[in-house]
């Protein structure tokens, strides 16, 4: 006998039984990744009937549904009866457990992982080597740290991870916030989903305009002008560049004010030519670059002389603005 047929007649073996829907009870917080069924499941029960067996706990007065919510959903709908494996009485770490290995194999969001995480941490006594391993997550992994940020925010905000509309990435940075200027933060993300670069850019603009000028989120949103920005009717895309945009001015207003000049300055001297003018360190020294591309000697040619008008002008401090500002 190899140890799966150990462990399930030991200590009690799991049984087969069918129960009226009307008979067991659903909707326990173990079940924390439950979804309505998908189309595609109601037509396999309608057509090819209960497959798997939904797994319950009958060591109380009716069964306790364990894992296969959908499933009981989909065959309330059609009426049918529910085809279950009974895994004894069982705690609730193990019903938590239970249904993160009913669900082996499929690749875990960090949603569903933080959803997960928020169950075993209220429960007592709970295991954690154990979960960790159930839920594939390393015990030193950037990961866990980033969702061990993440629980120290809001449950609100388990939605905006779920849909996609900030990234895991940001619990750091958000952990650090007050709860007030948390509050406010939701406004970024109702209506908009942020990449992981953009939406930490954001967030560490905001904190570090707070920090700097003594004043709240709020006060930072309005100057950005985020309701003005959002009641444009711009595309998702543009609101967010748009709010980047301002929140990089005023967290770097010289040099914003600095690349301004210099872009001005850069588009008038080479329009006309076929001159390329850059600054390539984000004005860590006043380097410029100027590049051209070739492809025959008169080219060259034609390109020195652009150059030399280039040079002979006399408005060219916007392109070395270090130690002017």
Partial sequence: MNMVDKQLQSPARPTMLRCAVSDIEVGGPWLFWSAPPSPSLRRSLENHGQLMPVLVDTGGARPVLIAGAARVAALAELGRGILCLDLGALSDE?????????????ELTDGQLVLAMRYFNALPDV??????????LEARSKRLRLIRSWLTLPTRWD??????????ACADVLEAFAPGDLAALEALFITL?????????VLTWIREICARDGVSVQEVLDGVGLKEILAA??????????????????????????????AETARRISTGTRWRVVQPDMFESNAVELSVRLTSPDELRAASAELARIAAREDLDGLFPVGRK
Avoid at 159 to 168: C, E, I
Avoid at 193 to 201: K, T, Y
């Fill in 193 to 201: 989903s942020w990449s992981r670069g953009n939406a930490v850019n």
């Fill in 94 to 106: 193990a019903r938590g457990l239970a249904y993160v290995r009913s669900n082996a194999g499929a």
């Fill in 159 to 168: 939605d905006f991870l779920g849909t996609g509309a900030v990234p895991l």
């Fill in 127 to 136: 295991d954690m080597a154990v979960v960790l391993e159930a839920l594939d």
């Fill in 233 to 262: 009717g711009l595309s998702p895309k543009d609101a967010m560049t748009r709010i980047l945009h301002e929140a990089r001015l005023r967290r770097y207003p010289v040099l914003s004010d600095m690349e301004r000049d210099f």
